[in-house]
């Protein structure tokens, strides 16, 4: 009855413990698997995935990885540059023509969520003008796996354009308004009428101003390099898109844990590398923060 029910219950147990790789640590005390879960950890070994079992879960994401930061990271810095040329083409017409449409363009991006921009771009330009494809990284029934070949680098290319263009437009509209906002008060300091004064030329004058107008802009960006692959995750799911924040998705109806935590193991590691390498650049591009000024202080 009852004891042999628990009995079959504990072997059940060690049966799945051992096919999960941890009938080693079955039934030690719990700070020996936590210990050994850490040494795990620092080896990147997450364990199996429970919905792809019994693949690794380091395997899963060594293939998916790539696919989000082709993803990302172009869009991200495309759409910084292109974001603060409006800012600033928008700050130097202050009140003019030129701001107001920058203006009106991006605050109409804005208030567009991520995911019904993309409905709406997958609908005009994949669905009506067949001008994209409507989802996924490449055509799999042309390539069945990954190579190393210009036709396949350009079908991900081509398969990536419409995402691109969703993750650019919606992310432009930040960095166009912070850099016409930062602009604009710098074009009239002291310092900006001095070099008027002494005769610089005006488009000297809105490209020094442009340089430090940018430093706020670029302290954001530096951190939503590490946050945008938490972000993109709709585009995944809305393009089927296999990529980590697509798998994320598919883990997280499914409770695979195992992957769960690899995934936000690389969502904390890229959060805090892009932290790390924004306050290294800042300090290099920004001569207010550089050592040997801080120094004499």
């Not at 879960?57 to 172009?74: A, D, G």
């Not at 300091?189 to 020094?208: C, T």
């Not at 844990?257 to 306050?279: E, Q, W």
Request: proline share 6%; no cysteine; aromatic share 16%.
């Amino acid at each position: 009855g009852y004891y042999e029910q628990q009995g079959s219950l504990a072997q059940q147990m060690m049966i799945m413990a051992q096919e999960l790789g941890l009938s080693q640590y079955y039934n030690k005390p719990l700070y020996i698997q936590y210990l050994a879960y850490l040494k795990d950890l620092i080896r990147l070994d997450f364990g199996v995935s429970l919905s792809y079992f019994p693949v690794p879960v380091s395997r899963i994401l060594l293939n998916v990885l790539p696919w989000t930061l082709l993803l990302i990271y172009p869009s991200i810095i495309a759409s910084f540059f292109i974001g603060n040329i409006l800012g600033r083409y928008a700050a130097l017409g202050r009140g003019k023509p030129r701001d107001y449409a920058v203006l009106g363009i991006t605050m109409f991006l804005y208030t567009f969520p991520l995911f019904v921009l993309g409905e709406i771009l997958i609908e005009y330009l994949a669905i009506d003008l067949k001008l994209f494809p409507i989802g996924s990284a490449y055509n799999t029934a042309v390539f069945p796996k990954p190579e190393l070949t210009w036709p396949f680098i350009t079908n991900v290319l081509y398969h990536a354009a419409l995402p691109w263009t969703v993750l650019i437009l919606f992310n432009l509209a930040g960095w166009a308004m912070g850099m016409r906002n930062n602009m604009i008060p710098l074009l009239q300091e002291d310092f900006m009428n001095y070099y008027r004064l002494m005769g610089v030329p005006e488009g000297i004058v809105s490209q020094r101003a442009y340089r430090v107008a940018i430093l706020p802009n670029f302290t954001s960006f530096a951190i939503s390099m590490g946050y945008a692959i938490i972000g993109t995750t709709a585009i995944e799911i809305l393009f089927n898109y296999g990529g980590v924040g697509y798998f994320w998705s598919l883990a997280l109806s499914a409770l695979d844990y195992p992957l769960l935590n690899g995934i936000f193991f690389i969502f904390i590691t890229i959060l805090v590398i892009s932290n790390f390498i924004a306050d290294m650049v800042y300090g290099i591009i920004d001569p207010r923060t550089s050592h040997e000024e801080t120094e004499g202080l």
